[in-house]
């Protein structure tokens, strides 16, 4: 099984400042079509986790442009160019080239 | 829009089972997998296993294999995921994730059910 480590595993951000996620993976997550079949998920206090970012870097609909992904291979970063109060929740990243899909143990971020 | 909406919180003793369900409306029910995640207090998420709606065939985790079974109803747009053999440490919340035209993981996700295992 494919193993997601991310750090830090907790952040505090000043409103309006950026924030950066590190996520690796134990193998490879670049397939052989090209996509790289990695994501990012927030959940936030009480609701169901929300998709940001699939396949490495391509936005989710309606999700801000203040998201970005990029990265390859085995390392990732998810970035927040300036971080708002409603950013706050855990941030995860999940792989899904191989069963069982997998997550990373998840970031907090909270705002300062 | 898509939605899924899922059933009610369920308590259940230690060695019961319990039967989840998850009816998607919004989109073609039988054109996406299906997937089954939980998230346990004060941990991760764990991919549980996924059903094909329109084949009705099914991956599951190894950690779950012989406990659970994924469904659906094809007349109702509806997956169940059933969990036998329940154990304290299967106290969760469950949710179901349904992929999209551009999305082959989880994209859009139901609101989760609390299952609570205790004596």
């Known amino acids: 099984d494919i193993v997601m480590t991310q750090t830090p595993l907790s952040l505090s951000v000043t409103p309006g400042q950026p924030a950066s996620i590190s996520c690796k993976s134990s193998?490879?997550?670049?397939?052989?079509?090209?996509?790289?079949?990695l994501y990012w998920y927030l959940h936030k206090p009480g609701q169901s986790p929300q998709l940001l970012i699939y396949?490495?870097?391509k936005r989710f609909s309606g999700v801000p442009d203040r998201f970005s992904g990029s990265g390859s291979g085995t390392d990732f970063t998810l970035k927040i160019s300036r971080v708002e109060a409603e950013d706050v929740g855990v941030y995860y990243c999940?792989?899904?080239?191989?069963?069982?899909?997998?997550f990373g143990q998840g970031t907090k971020l909270e705002i300062k | 829009q898509v939605q899924l909406v899922q059933s009610g919180a369920e308590v259940k003793k230690p060695g019961a089972s319990v039967k989840v369900s998850c009816k998607a409306s919004?989109?073609?029910?039988?054109?996406?997998?299906m997937h089954w995640v939980r998230q346990a207090p004060g941990q991760g998420p764990e991919w549980m296993g996924r059903?094909?709606?329109?084949?009705?065939?099914?991956r599951y985790a190894q950690k779950f294999q012989g406990r659970v079974t994924m469904t659906r109803d094809t007349s109702t747009s509806t997956v169940y995921m059933e969990l036998s053999s329940l154990r304290s440490e299967d106290t969760a919340v469950y949710f179901c994730?349904?992929?999209?035209?551009?999305?082959?993981?989880?994209?859009?996700w139901g609101q989760g059910t609390l299952v609570t295992v205790s004596s």
């Open positions: 396949e490495l870097s």
């Open positions: 059903i094909n709606p329109s084949a009705g065939s099914t």
């Open positions: 994730a349904t992929e999209n035209a551009w999305v082959a993981a989880a994209a859009y």
């Open positions: 999940m792989q899904s080239i191989q069963l069982p899909l997998s």
């Open positions: 193998q490879s997550l670049l397939h052989t079509d090209g996509q790289t079949y």
């Open positions: 919004g989109y073609s029910f039988t054109s996406y997998h």
